[in-house]
């Protein structure tokens, strides 16, 4: 595609650019931005360009933003190899999420950072457009509570250590972006003011906090919940734990895994209704047999089982999931009657602030980069472009 080196040209299609929606309009990319767009009836010098047609009833969206996701189409990111991050980034495009960040787990502390260093070297040396970018690493865990462990294994579980992170930070070439942590475990607030001094988002996930010690870790720091409902204190009335929290702060921005198998549809649409467009991040958590066959697959040194839309350890508990961000966004739309609009929210725009990329991924934009999304009339993902190259386009589709 664009053998000549020429900027591109879509046209036609529907555009959900940052502030209007567009019903019949004009992208240029070039030098992987966004160059200019706008209503078709005013494009111009298309000679210039490589154009590219597009159904008027299919959409230009912002490429999605997957904050966590451990691996796809039969790679993790703790296989600390160039090679699975690389299958990783091609694969995800399929989906429209065009940059992520590779998602650890716990282990012990040389697989951990044999990965850290693995994806550090990657993010720094090995990107090209045309994949999905990763744009960082969220560390979860090893520093979360045995009692909320679910697929985090319980022997490599340890107390939040500053000097650990430190030293692991350092080796992934400080680009840390997230963690995942109990804060109410010893030293836990230590370590959540520490990443807030260093602009590194503190997560709570696999908590058992009560809805006093989450306020405790807000004020320490912590603006950010990892997969909502799962591995964490539930809401009780005499006891609002996680959950409760989560509804009521609005510091926090709550990851949902919007498969119906990790959160009831019920308890997404009241999510939603709690939480609202703007403090919600759709996320995937998958895992490598996203893409493939069911069957049995590694997680962290641990048998998972892939049957029927699910994954599972032996003893039943859910050990990631296989879910596509594409299947997410239209998933929240049909469980909770939501907007395009909203669910772009959920999927881009709320991911890129969290991590304060806004100023170039996360939305349409003249001067972003060109991660664009085009989906048909029913929303699936058609095409997708990672900064401003084409990484993916569905067999058989007429564009």
């Known amino acids: ?29 070039k030098d992987q931005k966004i160059m200019e767009f706008g209503s078709l009836e ?15 009833t299919y959409k230009a969206i912002p490429g999605f933003i997957d904050v966590h996701i451990h691996g796809a189409n039969g790679a993790d990111a703790m296989d600390t190899t160039e090679e699975a991050l690389d299958i990783m980034a091609k694969a995800l495009p ?9 998602t650890t787990m716990t282990q012990s502390g040389v697989a951990i950072e044999e990965a850290l260093a693995n994806a550090g070297n990657y993010i720094c040396d ?19 509570n045995k009692k909320r462990a679910g697929a985090q294994p319980l022997n490599y579980i340890i107390d939040p250590n500053v000097e650990d992170f430190k030293r692991w930070n350092r080796l992934a070439k400080e680009k840390i972006k997230l963690v995942t942590l109990a804060p109410e475990q010893p030293r836990g607030l230590e370590m959540v003011k520490h990443l807030k001094e260093n602009g590194i988002i ?45 509804f009521l702060r609005d510091e926090l921005k709550t990851e949902l895994i919007v498969d119906g198998v990790h959160v009831r549809p019920e308890m997404v649409k009241l999510a939603y209704q709690q939480k609202g467009k703007k403090g ?17 697959y590694d997680l962290g040194g641990q ?12 003893d039943g508990t859910l050990a ?69 190259k084409r990484a993916f386009h569905s067999e058989g589709e007429t564009i």
Do not use: W
Request: hydrophobic content about 40%; glycine content about 10%.
């Open 1 to 29: 595609m664009n053998p000549k080196g020429k900027p591109i040209l879509l046209k036609g299609m529907q555009i959900y650019s940052e502030d209007m929606k567009i019903e019949r309009g004009y992208i240029k990319i």
């Open 42 to 56: 005013k494009v111009d010098n298309e000679e210039q360009f490589d154009v590219i047609e597009v159904a008027s």
């Open 94 to 102: 399929q989906e429209g999420t065009t940059a992520f960040l590779a």
């Open 126 to 144: 090995q990107q090209t457009p045309g994949k999905a970018e990763i744009i960082g690493i969220h560390l979860e865990g090893p520093f979360v």
């Open 202 to 246: 503190a997560s709570i996930g696999h908590s058992d906090a009560t809805y006093n010690e989450v306020i405790e870790a807000i004020n320490a720091g912590v603006s950010h919940v990892t997969h909502l409902f799962n591995q964490m204190r539930g809401m009780h009335h005499r006891e609002p734990g996680v959950v409760g929290a989560s």
């Open 280 to 296: 919600l991040i759709l996320i995937t958590d998958s895992m490598r047999a996203k893409g493939l066959k069911n069957g049995i």
């Open 303 to 314: 048998d998972v089982t892939v049957k029927d839309g699910k994954a599972v350890l032996c």
């Open 320 to 388: 990631g999931s296989i879910l596509k961000l594409g299947h997410a966004v239209k998933n929240v739309i049909t469980f909770t009657g939501c907007s395009l609009e909203d669910a772009i929210e959920m999927a881009s725009v709320n991911p890129a602030k969290q991590l304060n990329i806004l100023d170039h991924k996360g939305s349409i934009a003249v001067g972003k980069d060109a991660d664009i999304v085009i989906l048909d009339e029913n929303l699936n993902v058609v095409m997708t472009f990672c900064r401003g």
